[in-house]
């Protein structure tokens, strides 16, 4: 079955660091992405992993390794406005020809910055 | 770059009614389109996916005659819900991509909240 598990919710402080965790199991890997949705909004891209390691763009990197299906996202000197939902996403299946893709989201972990 | 438009943003409708929802990808050709819906607090689900010109892919459990999905060019697909039902009531998004463009890159409208009364 197809299984992706993130933390449901997370508090931190201004200026500090956070780091969201995500757990996959899918029956298929394509690349896992990270997105940020605000509530009653549609999620924006923040990063795409294919290959093990840590892409870092900004105050976001994100991590993926693949053997122990496991990715997180860092957060860097937070602000109040990164205060929103942030999705893992498995591109479970690609198909190069047709541009059809499966992405499998997790419920998404609810990340509250106090000031 | 690559911005895609739902329209209408919110809509009410009563129950045994059918009610559209558009999605427009405004600089770009979206060669394929994918529809979602959230529940509160729940995943995005993906429902069906269309290429334009062909008939919409579903997702299991997706009824296709209750949801129906039009690919009709490169810049629109509709999603029409036939005969809602309260149950309905959701936040349904698109999302589309060109797959020429890009390898993984898909880029999603602001959602549609459905109520459904």
């Known amino acids: 079955g197809q299984n992706i598990d993130q933390p449901t919710e997370m508090t931190a402080t201004e200026g500090a660091i956070v780091q969201i965790n995500c757990t996959y199991q899918?029956?298929?890997?394509?690349?896992l992405f990270w997105y940020q949705q605000h509530a009653g909004e549609a999620p924006t891209f923040l990063s795409y992993?294919?290959?093990?390691g840590l892409e870092e763009k900004g105050r976001f990197s994100s991590f993926l390794s693949r053997s122990k299906g496991y990715s997180y996202l860092l957060l860097k000197e937070l602000q109040m406005k990164d205060s929103a939902s942030y999705l893992c996403?498995?591109?479970?299946?690609?198909?190069?020809?047709?541009?059809?893709?499966?992405?499998?989201f997790g419920t998404g972990t609810r990340l509250l910055v106090s000031p | 770059g690559a911005v895609v438009s739902q329209h209408p943003s919110r809509v009410i409708c009563k129950s045994g009614t059918s009610v559209k929802i558009e999605c427009r990808s405004l600089?770009?050709?979206?060669?394929?389109m994918f529809w979602y819906r959230q529940f509160p607090k729940q995943s995005l689900m993906l429902m069906a996916t269309?290429?334009?010109?062909?008939?919409?892919?579903?997702e299991q459990g997706v009824e296709k005659d209750k949801f129906l999905i039009n690919h009709a060019s490169l810049t629109l697909s509709t999603l029409t819900v036939t005969s809602a039902h309260p149950e309905d009531s959701s936040f349904y998004i698109c999302?589309?991509?060109?797959?020429?463009?890009?390898?993984?890159?898909?880029?999603f409208g602001p959602g549609t909240r459905l109520t459904v009364t």
């Open positions: 996403a498995v591109r479970d299946y690609v198909s190069r020809d047709t541009g059809f893709q499966k992405l499998v």
């Open positions: 269309s290429n334009e010109g062909s008939k919409a892919t579903y």
């Open positions: 992993n294919v290959l093990d």
């Open positions: 899918t029956s298929g890997f394509n690349g």
């Open positions: 600089d770009f050709q979206a060669t394929t």
């Open positions: 999302s589309a991509r060109d797959v020429r463009r890009s390898s993984y890159e898909q880029y």
